[in-house]
């Protein structure tokens, strides 16, 4: 079995790939889907992150 130490680290490690693609596709959505709606595209990440503690 896996050091306990090392497999936090790794799930450490996948949390932020996982955060670095989330931010890639917040920068990405808008680009792909035009002019549409830019205020409330913009306010949704910002509440989720406020919501969920990750940001």
Known sequence: ????M?????KEQELLKVKRQVEALRIAA????????KASSSSGPIAAKGANGLG
């Open 6 to 10: 090392e497999l936090l680290r790794a």
């Open 30 to 37: 808008p680009l792909l889907g035009g002019d549409e709606d």
């Open 1 to 4: 079995m896996k050091d306990v």
